[in-house]
T-cell receptor
Framework: SQQGEEDPQALSIQEGENATMNCSYK?????LQWYRQNSGRGLVHLIL?????REKHSGRLRVTLDTSKKSSSLLITASRAADTASYFC??????????FGKGTRLSVIA | DTGVSQDPRHKITKRGQNVTFRCDPI?????LYWYRQTLGQGPEFLTY????????KSRLLSDRFSAERPKGSFSTLEIQRTEQGDSAMYLC?????????????FGEGSWLTVV
């Protein structure tokens, strides 16, 4: 079963714009992670936010976490064509392996 | 290249045949995971190993699926009597098993097409 659910399922923006993707989950977590997947490739870890953190930055990425709403958002600022990919949130509930959502497909148009 | 390595990258097989995928994790990573991903979906957990011990198996892992990690290094995933519904990308991942827990590193995946 997939705990995380990303929204929107697909997003198309112009280069230079910001992209925001949301993730909702169902149960308490230890941490939440975001991964990126280029078409037909493996997933690459982007950023991890712990349950006691509310915001985290890494380069052009900004992640927020609201445990009361069981939701997270990933913001990519000043998007580039190379950011075109699928983005997945994954939840760590403790002793079980990561559970991934269905992903948001981001298209950045040059 | 010291990343997770998977072989083969692509496999086309006839229904009813057996297939085996191999995964070489990042050196010294003691946890190894197998996930399955179909088009438009996120990865779904199949099974994972801590060293050579298989610690958890998903309900998705039917009797036709078997995974091994005999010496705690590489792993194999075998699918017997393949069905068309087995067509998917099979992803292997590894982690050092230490904090931050469960940040995992994926290979490029093995695509399976059952015809």
């Amino acid at each position: 079963s997939q705990q995380g659910e990303e929204d929107p399922q697909a997003l198309s923006i112009q280069e230079g714009e910001n992209a925001t993707m949301n993730c909702s989950y169902k149960t308490s977590i230890n941490n939440l992670q975001w991964y990126r997947q280029n078409s037909g490739r493996g997933l690459v870890h982007l950023i991890l936010i712990r349950s006691n953190e509310r915001e985290k930055h890494s380069g052009r990425l900004r992640v927020t976490l609201d445990t009361s709403k069981k939701s997270s958002s990933l913001l990519i600022t000043a998007s580039r064509a190379a950011d075109t990919a699928s983005y997945f949130c994954a939840t760590d509930t403790g002793n079980t392996p990561l559970v991934f959502g269905k992903g948001t497909r981001l298209s950045v148009i040059a | 290249d010291t990343g997770v390595s998977q072989d083969p990258r692509h496999k086309i097989t006839k229904r009813g045949q057996n297939v085996t995928f191999r995964c070489d994790p990042i050196s010294e990573h003691n946890r190894l995971y197998w996930y399955r991903q179909t088009l438009g979906q996120g990865p779904e957990f199949l099974t994972y190993f801590q060293n050579e011990a298989q610690l958890e198996k998903s309900r998705l892992l039917s009797d036709r699926f078997s995974a091994e990690r005999p010496k705690g290094s590489f792993s194999t995933l075998e699918i017997q009597r393949t069905e068309q519904g087995d067509s998917a990308m099979y992803l292997c991942a590894s982690s050092p098993g230490q904090l931050p827990r469960n940040t995992i590193y994926f290979g490029e995946g093995s695509w399976l097409t059952v015809v």
